[in-house]
């Protein structure tokens, strides 16, 4: 209801900053660009850092719905937590898609549990 006036971007920012808070270790080293598989692929911008904090971001938007894009972004194994919406996801090399990570909220922050 409070899109037009920046409230889910002041919300992801604080989100952000609590993660970066309790755990500022993941915060530190260089961005790793992950790159996305399928036909969709340049629709997805996503980096690791730390190889324990992956961020994975729509780009154009205006193409349809992120749920049905089909792309995958490689997680390495382990279990990961949206620390957005609180899903977990189980790693996959091989990629998972981001229709699933992308099912909650359009903007995932994956954090490495295990």
């Known amino acids: 209801a409070d899109m037009a006036v920046g409230t889910p971007k002041l919300w992801l920012t604080w989100k952000t900053l609590q993660l970066r808070k309790q755990r500022p270790e993941v915060f530190e080293g260089d961005y790793q660009p992950l790159l996305a598989s399928g036909s969709d692929a340049s629709s997805v911008l996503a980096f690791v850092r ?10 154009l938007v205006a193409r349809g719905s992120l749920h049905d894009r089909d792309a995958r972004i490689p997680l390495s194994e382990g279990t990961w937590r ?10 996959d090399p091989q990629g998972l898609p981001v229709g699933a990570i992308w099912a909650r909220f359009p903007v995932a922050l994956l954090e490495r549990e295990a």
Not at 82 to 91: E, K
């Open 50 to 59: 730390s190889g324990a904090l992956v961020t994975v971001v729509p780009r």
């Open 82 to 91: 949206d620390v957005l919406t609180g899903h977990r996801f189980t790693g």
